[in-house]
């Protein structure tokens, strides 16, 4: 048992389980971390789909029992739910509820599982009342829940960082992944965090959906544009995107450096399988890092295609390669045509970005990523960095000061806790007020001196931020 699911991580073993909530039809999941004292003890994920019924619950908890799909399923191998559970979690527990038909349950202890492939019986009442409770998603009569104890990233202590590191990374996996069912209106995903014995969890979150081709103008006049190649069985269609250039968009950036994210991506049925890399059509390259190609897996090209059992990576088959070599356009256009196209845009970008005015990169305060954007984005002026830091001002009501001898911006702290809400402070908080207030001052610190206008623009300003954040607080 513990041999599989071992290439899961904790995004891609969520998936795995809203893969499940989404074949049975659920239109709401939740996903919710417990904590008892503090401590993160359980994961639930909790859909309101049509539920297991009584006489299907064993050949859901056994190991690659493999059953009858769906043309529409995601499920594939028979091992999703196990697999994904125990590359987490010490403790599996399944609850369910179909139409018309008793709660049932199931619990299954890795611990325990060595001896012999057992789980336990949940009882009908404890399946019931865990079904039953209120968690915020519309109640259909049917769903299920899936719990996970003892699961192997949750710290031995109060760690809010992580809570939050973790919703947010799993947020945008599962918002790329699932990116078509969410923007189709199909599915709702969301996180919570619920402290045992408390009325209320946290407020949800709600995850959004990273569509990695949702730019709004293209790249290159012509494109996406799809190129046909006859397999002999089936056509495939290869969708070929060109972004344009100097995007900042997340949808672009998918939490990483963009020239990581070029190359194919793969669906079946509308789920994102792998997003990037070439696999043998070209190398990765920095000037390619516009080029995006949409695939779509169907029954009909599936020999060309194998998928790793986690539903994260796609092999691709001899025969694929010829595909791509015989792929056109109906205007002619080849692989070869569409990689040169993908590289003149970017070049032709870039060119474009060294005529911008240089300016004085931003310092402490600002969060390393936005430091990062305005570094590739601005050519940066040859002096030290500007930092942005809160302080008292005593008896000035003044929003932010600047002292041009320290190259800071100072924020007043009287106004700092109302500005964040329920949110903790920290060095890099507030980013997007702070990037507004560097857009603004950022001129102020270039040069020797200030001139009159820019001593008359600086008190213009301050008057302006100051009454803007006075407002703010009543």
Known sequence: MEAIGRNHSFGTALADLVDNSIDANATHVLIRFVRSEGQLRSLYVVDNGRGIKPERINEAMTVGGRRAYEAT???RFGVGLKAASFSQARELTVLSQALDAPAVGRRWRLDESKAGFLCDVVPESFAAHELHEERGIPRTGTGTVVRWDHVGAFPSKRDEQFVTRTITAACEHLGLVFHRFIEGGKVTITFDVYEAGSTSPTSPVTVTPLNPFKYHRTGADGFPKDLKANTGEAELTFRCH??????????????????DHQGLYFYRRDRL??????EGVHSLHPRLQ??????????????????NSEKSKVQVRPGFGKACEQARADDGTTFDDYFQQAEHVYQAGNRRNNARKSMISPGRGFPPGLRGTIEREVPSAKTDPIDIRWRDFDDDDAFFDIDRDEQTIWLNKRYRKMLLGDRHGGLNDLPLIKTLI?????????????GSRDKDNLELWKSLLTTAVQAERR
């Open 438 to 450: 560097y857009l603004l001052m950022e001129n102020i610190f270039q040069g020797d001196y200030l």
């Open 273 to 278: 399988l792998q997003a990037g890399r070439w």
């Open 290 to 307: 516009l080029a995006r190609v949409e695939i779509e897996i169907d029954d009909d090209v599936e020999t060309l295609f194998q998928m």
């Open 73 to 75: 399923a995601l499920g």
């Open 242 to 259: 060109i972004w344009p250039p100097r995007s900042v968009s997340p949808e672009f950036k998918l939490n990483g450096r963009p020239a």
